[in-house]
């Protein structure tokens, strides 16, 4: 954890005396807002990442197919049965559970097990896949 958060120490520090010497100097506040969520907004990942990292143990023992159970039956409840969305609750399984999948894929690369020319297109035409279908996003009823 001190390694990755250890550089985020200085990015902070150094954004927040730029920060008030900007608005110091006269600087527009709105201005200078944008410019602080631009730096300090791709930070949210070292939550997740640091999550990730002491969830290790577990997800070393986890197949990447539980957690991607998990975020195919709770979209199915949402989006297939009409289900609760996000602000009940059946949304938030799939961020932990989201993270997991692609997590575990690494666990279990790191040891060896996921080696071979198969293996390795399987793994890019299912994220591209995967891919396509997050950025278009559920089907829309009417």
Do not use: E
């Amino acid at each position: 954890m001190g390694r990755l958060f250890r550089p985020a120490v200085p990015l902070v520090g150094v954004w927040s005396a730029a920060a008030v010497a900007m608005l110091a100097w006269g600087a527009d506040p709105g201005t200078v807002h944008a410019l602080v969520k631009l730096v300090w907004s791709p930070m949210w990942f070292l939550l997740v990442f640091a999550a990730l990292t002491a969830a290790t143990p577990l997800a070393a023992r986890l197949h990447p197919v539980w957690p991607l159970a998990a975020v195919a039956l709770a979209d199915l409840v949402r989006f297939g049965l009409d289900g609760p969305s996000w602000t009940h609750g059946v949304g938030w399984t799939n961020v932990g559970t989201g993270w997991l999948v692609p997590y575990c894929l690494g666990v279990l690369w790191a040891r060896g097990r996921l080696d071979g020319r198969l293996t390795g297109w399987a793994l890019l035409l299912g994220g591209a896949a995967a891919t396509a279908v997050i950025r278009d996003g559920p089907p829309v009823r009417r």
